[in-house]
């Protein structure tokens, strides 16, 4: 199965962008990359999910290389609201169609 | 839609009690999963059902561990007898439909369920 490594943690100034890597060098040709995020004391978010291409929406947007070895996840303008833990995760057929969530990048956003 | 409810909230129950958390999905949503989420093991996929079909139960750890959906619109996860290695929060989230061909539907995940066993 596919495995994604993550930084366990990151600081961001409110305002400016915040730019979450995600390493997925296994992946496969067929599996996606999808990005959830999990606020404190709350059940996980979804935001994104890409498979070659670019990726944007309200939310954010995702920058997939052309490799597709690894991933950005891109919040444009980070708010405090924003403060959470945010998984990359890795998932087609070969996951039986499950999310298989690791420990994820917990990112700080401060004043 | 007031999206994925789960009671009870919070639960403190001792060693050897059964304990039944309970689920409602998002209305028309097809699929239902249930993560138990520790601080040692991160959020862990247990079991998830497809129209109230138990598809993949691979994650559920144990025999004391039993989850049913009867109705499309209601699930259980029931722990019986508890031990104190099952406290964790407990979730529950629905999408319009789970498994292949990519991509997944987004999954929508409940509040949780906090259980402390003493």
Not at chain 1, 34 to 56: A, C, D, F, M, V
């Amino acid at each position: 199965d596919a495995k994604t490594t993550q930084p366990p943690s990151m600081d961001c100034a409110e305002g400016r962008a915040a730019n979450l890597p995600c390493n997925h060098s296994t992946i496969s040709g067929n599996e996606y990359v999808y990005w959830y995020r999990q606020i404190h004391s709350q059940g996980p978010q979804y935001i994104i999910h890409g498979l070659k291409n670019n990726e944007t929406n309200e939310m954010a947007s995702l920058i997939i290389t052309e490799d597709r070895k690894s991933s950005t996840l891109i919040l444009p303008h980070a708010t405090l609201r924003d403060t959470a833990v945010y998984y990359c995760i890795v998932s087609g057929y070969n996951q039986g169609g499950k999310l298989i969530f690791g420990q994820g990048t917990e990112l700080s956003v401060k004043p | 839609d007031a999206g994925v409810i789960q009671s009870p909230r919070h639960e403190v129950t001792e060693m050897g009690q059964e304990v039944t958390l309970r689920c409602k999905p998002i209305s028309g949503h097809n699929s239902l999963f249930w993560y138990r989420q520790t601080m040692m093991r991160g959020l862990e996929l247990l079991i998830y059902f497809n129209n109230n079909v138990p598809i993949d139960d691979s994650g559920m750890p144990e025999d004391r561990f039993s989850a049913k959906m009867p109705n499309a619109s209601f699930s259980t996860l029931k722990i019986q007898p508890s031990e104190p290695r099952d406290s964790a929060v407990y979730f529950c989230a629905s999408s319009l439909v789970a498994g292949i061909p990519p991509p997944q539907e987004t999954q929508y995940f409940g509040p949780g369920t906090r259980l402390l066993v003493l």
